[in-house]
């Protein structure tokens, strides 16, 4: 089984298989300071309710992609996948960050205070005594609830990327969607969206790591959030960065292409040149839109995407079809 000649998108499925490595990186991260902050035994539930939640979306991505995704693949749903897993990868990245930061609330200005027992005795305490007891026990407090905030965070964002891919690729269709090749990102000459969505992501990793590096540098050596963060996290930042930036270039892409075509699956690469139709191409669509503002009248050969007449072989689903059931 091959992929379709020409893909639906440059990333395709590339890209979000490199996204998809960061549940398994936050699945450890959250065992990992579930132990550090939890007893082993709701250590030991948090890490077995977590797994089975996985298990459950991904046993079950088959059934979910039916109810989430049309037969005939749908520009619409293309869009919304791509921009919630936008949204999914960036959340991931800031539970992340600041699970590795380990909600160091000095760095928002809030100050710390040394919890030392030794200096209270069994008398009253003094204002001042009584503000060191509290603030610690009011920064413990909130780092419990910012930890259990950004555990979940973590997990709907990981559970919403998968999701999320569903309606956006073409598996479990009988016609997928595919840009032409001039409103493809990364096809032809270099297109402006692209270089100012890579400008602006490069931006956010360059600062990412700068700022790890200065900020663990200018901290004292107890701070071994910081540190971790510089040696794991920064890694998976990019990654997720990267992801964002093909993310963010597909999603232009589907925005402001004024027509796309519906093409069969092959088998074989070799089918898209050999077999009718040529790449497979059944049905041009233009969206209408784009013609509204010009008042022009749908090309020839070409229908609009929003009276779109498709035969009823192409609505049927044939789940023994072994072509239309592989992932691109």
């Given at each position: ?186 096809s032809g000459v270099v297109k402006f969206h ?61 925005i402001v292409t004024g027509s796309y075509m ?67």
């Amino acid at each position: 089984m091959v992929y379709p000649y020409f893909p639906v998108l440059t990333h395709q499925p590339r890209f979000f298989h490199s996204a998809l490595v960061t549940p398994v990186y936050g699945e450890k991260a959250v065992v990992d300071y579930s132990f550090e902050y939890y007893a082993p035994a709701t250590a030991n539930m948090i890490m077995l309710g977590s797994l089975f939640i996985y298990a459950i979306v991904l046993l079950n991505c088959r059934n979910l992609a039916k109810l989430v995704k049309p037969v005939v693949q749908n520009m619409t749903h293309m869009i919304v996948g791509l921009f919630g897993m936008i949204l999914s990868v960036w959340s991931m990245m800031a539970s992340f960050i600041m699970m590795d930061f380990k909600f160091d609330l000095a760095l928002c200005g809030i100050p710390t205070f040394d919890f030392r027992f030794s200096k209270f005795r069994i008398r009253a305490l003094t204002h001042r005594e009584g503000r060191e007891l509290i603030c610690p026990c009011i920064h413990i407090y909130l780092l419990t609830i910012l930890f259990q905030l950004c555990t979940i965070m973590l997990y709907t964002s990981s559970i919403a990327l998968c999701i999320c891919y569903l309606p956006f690729c073409s598996a479990l269709t009988t016609l997928y969607i595919r840009l032409p090749a001039e409103n493809m990102s990364f096809s032809g000459v270099v297109k402006f969206h692209v270089v100012f969505f890579s400008l602006l992501h490069l931006g956010v990793a360059v600062a990412v790591v700068y700022l790890t590096v200065i900020v663990s540098g200018s901290r004292g050596p107890s701070y071994r959030g910081l540190d971790t963060f510089f040696q794991k996290t920064w890694l998976i930042c990019l990654l997720l960065i990267g992801s964002s930036f093909i993310f963010c270039c597909d999603a232009w892409s589907c925005i402001v292409t004024g027509s796309y075509m519906l093409c069969e699956h092959r088998e074989e690469k070799y089918e898209m040149r050999t077999k009718n139709p040529i790449d497979g191409i059944i049905y041009n669509v233009a969206v209408r839109r784009f013609f509204k503002k010009s008042k022009q009248t749908c090309p020839d050969g070409f229908q609009f995407d929003d009276y779109l007449i498709v035969e009823d072989k192409w609505l049927m689903y044939d789940a023994t079809d072994v072509k239309i059931c592989f992932w691109t």
